[in-house]
């Protein structure tokens, strides 16, 4: 069975960094494309960032490229966001998700979350 | 960007009776070459991550009840909740994955008059 295990979320300063994680097991991790997902407290949800199956290819939303970082360990089945420069507004619960076919690159309903790991940015 | 805006932002339903949520994109998301409308939508209940319900405007996941319709083409989409019931209480949102960055609706909450 799929699953998909967030980490890494807390509190953090305003300017600071922060390096979430996202754990996989119970599928071929290294022909999923995987992306990031976040969602304030209280509101929608919001794309975040997606790397392709083979960590080749990412793309970003204006709001975040520049600062954060999407990667991926497929010897460890691990996906990763390294979060710099960070801002109140980047408060949210942050969800990594598949898509739904194999070998995409950010065109694909995204099929599998997990269920998230909070983020604080506050002073 | 593709901008998604749904209709309404809220709804409030009788057991046994139909909800309609409306999504507009800013831009068309059908892909003629295939002849498929990039367009999803998802149910979020409190304190979960969301649910894939609908793809493709129309396709429902294996574990989605057949009175959840997706219908609509190119801009202007709809989700139908005939005969709600109370386990259908959550927040709706669509989703375009035509185009990065992917965008969602604002969602739409339904609930139980």
């Not at chain 1, 999923?32 to 083979?54: I, T």
Request: charged share 15%; proline share 5%; with cysteine.
């Amino acid at each position: 069975q799929m699953q998909l295990v967030e980490s890494g979320g807390g509190v953090v300063q305003p300017g600071l960094s922060l390096r979430l994680s996202c754990a996989a097991s119970g599928f071929l991790f290294d022909t999923y494309a995987l992306h990031w997902v976040r969602q304030a407290p209280g509101k929608g949800l919001e794309w975040v960032a997606v790397v392709s199956y083979d960590g080749r290819t990412t793309y970003y939303s204006d709001p975040v490229r520049g600062r954060f970082t999407i990667s991926r360990d497929n010897t460890q089945d691990m996906l990763y966001l390294q979060m710099n420069n960070l801002r109140p507004e980047d408060t949210a619960v942050y969800f990594c998700a598949t898509e739904r076919v194999r070998y995409g690159s950010g065109t694909f309903p995204l099929d599998d979350w997990g269920q998230g790991t909070l983020v604080v940015v506050s002073s | 960007d593709i901008v998604m805006t749904q209709s309404p932002d809220s709804l409030t339903v009788s057991l046994g009776e139909r909800a309609t949520i409306n999504c507009k994109s800013s831009q068309s998301v059908y892909l003629s070459s295939n002849n498929k409308n990039y367009l999803s939508w998802y149910q979020q209940k409190p304190g979960q991550p969301p649910k894939l319900l609908i793809f493709w405007a129309s396709t429902r996941e294996s574990w989605v009840p057949d009175r959840f319709i997706g219908s609509g083409s190119g801009t202007d989409f709809t989700l139908t909740i005939n005969t709600l019931q109370a386990e259908d209480v959550a927040v709706y949102y669509c989703h375009q994955y035509h185009s990065v960055p992917q965008t969602f609706g604002q969602g739409t909450k339904v609930e139980i008059k």
